[in-house]
């Protein structure tokens, strides 16, 4: 079946720093990305989403850029800051046969660690 | 506020038991769904329902059976059939439809585990 992945599991950076997390998405389909932050025991939180019409779209210290040539997704974070520590997850939703409803198929998730 | 709440947040089962799940949603969401998440890996999904009587199956629906009698709610029960039902377990709801955006709003999660 169609999946969604991450390229790298774990990214430690600095306070400050610029971070990058990448995705790798299979499904040609997918027309709806969403990038989302899960803190320790906690329920995932939305950050920014792309519909698939747009190459770029920026929210408040965070930019999510598409490449779907190479079927490829990045959340970038300017400034990182300890609060960023969290999981980060991508999704997709391919909206299936027209279907048009909420079902996300997750990437494994990559751990980010921001330190002072 | 307007949100998704589960309860309860832990939750402790003997080998043998089902167990039931609360999920509620003061969002006027059409659709709801269960995911199941393990360490060290992404959400799975469980069932979803896009409207109230009605619900489907997702990629991991063996063990588990759900209702959705109200559309604030969408309980989720595990039963002894489940044969790893040890995890971390998270409802989220979506609008549906033409407004739907694909977005799902979470809950705080309920962790589950066998003893």
């Known amino acids: 079946g169609e999946s969604v992945g991450l390229h790298l599991p774990t990214l430690s950076v600095q306070e400050g720093d610029n971070s990058i997390i990448n995705c790798a998405y299979s499904?040609?389909?997918?027309?709806?990305f969403i990038w989302y932050k899960q803190e320790s025991g906690k329920g995932p939180q939305f950050i920014i989403d792309i519909r698939s019409n747009m190459d770029k779209r920026q929210g408040q210290r965070v930019t999510v850029l598409l490449n779907k040539t190479v079927k490829h997704l990045s959340l970038q974070i300017a400034a990182t800051q300890p609060g960023d520590s969290a999981v980060y997850f991508c999704?997709?939703?391919?909206?299936?046969?027209?279907?048009?409803?909420?079902?996300?198929?997750f990437g494994q998730g990559t751990i980010l660690t921001v330190h002072p | 506020d307007g949100g998704i709440t589960q309860s309860p947040k832990y939750l402790f089962r003997k080998e043998g038991q089902n167990v039931t799940l609360s999920c509620e949603q003061n969002?006027?969401?059409?659709?709801m769904y269960w995911y199941r998440q393990d360490p060290g890996q992404g959400l799975r999904l469980i069932y979803y329902?896009?409207?109230?009587?009605?619900?489907q199956k997702g990629d991991i629906a063996e063990g588990y059976s759900v209702s959705r009698e109200k559309k604030e709610s969408f309980p989720l029960t595990v039963t002894s059939a489940q044969k790893n039902p040890t995890a971390f377990y998270l409802c989220?709801?979506?609008?549906?439809?033409?407004?739907?955006?694909?977005?799902?709003?979470f809950g705080e999660g309920s962790r589950l585990t066998v003893l």
């Open positions: 499904n040609s389909a997918s027309d709806y």
């Open positions: 329902s896009q409207i109230v009587n009605d619900f």
């Open positions: 969002l006027n969401h059409d659709a």
């Open positions: 989220a709801s979506s609008k549906w439809g033409a407004s739907n955006t694909g977005e799902l709003f």
């Open positions: 999704a997709e939703n391919s909206n299936a046969g027209g279907t048009s409803y909420g079902k996300l198929t």
